[in-house]
């Protein structure tokens, strides 16, 4: 049965995973079940200043309710005068962004089974009309058997180690997105796309010095294709039926788990061993 009233005196709190401007995330352990768990801690002064407890209860309200093997649980959250505390799914291969920035680019198998994940993830949150869940690689964690899970819960926590500056990057936004236009659950499929391109080369496709360099990009859709490291005519097909500037016409969730390389290259299991 899930326990209502959490308190701090239900958790042995251990190291410090990684902090944020909100706050940091702990590993920690819940007394009577031994279960681990992440706890993260947010500061209610940073949240009244930068106005945000709206944000931070809608993301808290659909956090609660998404239920699927993709998705990091919020199984609960509590407060004291100073913080709000939420109570996390422990990830133990923690940021699959560490992940990439070590190997460079992931195999084509191991991209497809990613993608694929995500897909899946996404289609059971368009299914509960949630939208949008921000993906990008600093927002996805890696389970102790590679298993990815969405973590995007607004609140990017930037790990100890150095990170490109994650607040305002455009890179995975959709153009309707970036020209703030209304936006529905295709700017997903546009970032699955900019995702897989990533995977594949290490770097996303419309990457540039600066916010309006990148801006301009996205707009016009100036998706090029290194000639190394060498990626199959399959994946640049998939990549190039997502980057489409016109949302109806990007490749659907349903079509994306159909397309050969997927087929191909994805472990059945959607389970990447290391
Ligand atoms: C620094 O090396 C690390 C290796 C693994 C982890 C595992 N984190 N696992 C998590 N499970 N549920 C949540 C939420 C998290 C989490 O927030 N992790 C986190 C937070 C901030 C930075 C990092 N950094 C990395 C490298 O994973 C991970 C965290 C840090």
Redesign the pocket.
Known sequence: SVKRNWSINDFEVGRP????KFGR?Y?ARETKTKYI??L?VIFKEQIEKYKLLHQLKREMTIQTSLHHPHV?RLYGWFHDAERIFLI????????L??ELQRSGHFSEQKAATYIASLTHALAYCHEKHVIHRDIKPENL?LDHEGRL?I?D?GWS?????KRRTMCGTLDYLAPEMVENRPHDYAVDNWTLGVLCYEFLYGSPPFEADGQADTFRRIMKVDLAFPSTPQVSAEAKDLITLLLVKDSAKRLSLEKILEHPWIVLNADPNLICPK
Do not use: D, P
């Open positions: 995973l990684g902090k944020g995330v590993i768990v992440a993260k990091l996390l799914e422990y990830a133990h291969g923690g940021e962004y560490g964690l899970k973590a819960f926590v930037q790990s100890t180690n």
